[in-house]
Nanobody
Framework: QVHLVESGGGLVQSGGSLRLSCAAS????????MGWYRQAPGKQRELVAL???????NYADSVKGRFTISSDNAKRTVYLQMNSLKPEDTADYYC????????????????WGQGTQVTVSS
């Protein structure tokens, strides 16, 4: 079993910064992708940023230039540095990971954290 534990959410004023962290633990052979999605009230969950095992990152257009995703493979942790936050960034942020838990084959499973709330006041 794999667990994702997020931290770092909170309340911040518009223009401020927050850093989210997500640590993976459990039976892990390798991590293919880690990243963040978010869900605002009344809206569908949407991609924020993903980072592959090789370090390649993918961002939603709405956060490009403001958010930076990074990872520490040794700590099995992914970070999301959020700068120049806007009220429209207010949402629950969910950690996501695609993880391989067996050395027998390349099968992997997707896991989600429980979410951390980010509120940006205007």
């Amino acid at each position: 079993q794999v667990h994702l534990v997020e931290s770092g959410g909170g309340l911040v004023q518009s223009g401020g910064s927050l850093r989210l962290s997500c640590a993976a633990s459990g039976v892990i052979v390798s991590i293919n992708v880690m990243g963040w999605y978010r869900q605002a009230p009344g809206k569908q969950r949407e991609l924020v940023a993903l980072i592959g095992s090789g370090g390649a990152a993918n961002y939603a257009d709405s956060v490009k230039g403001r958010f930076t995703i990074s990872s520490d493979n040794a700590k099995r942790t992914v970070y999301l540095q959020m700068n120049s936050l806007k009220p429209e960034d207010t949402a629950d942020y969910y950690c996501f990971a695609d993880i391989r838990s067996t050395p027998i084959n390349r099968r992997s499973n997707e896991y989600w954290g429980q979410g951390t709330q980010v509120t940006v006041s205007s």
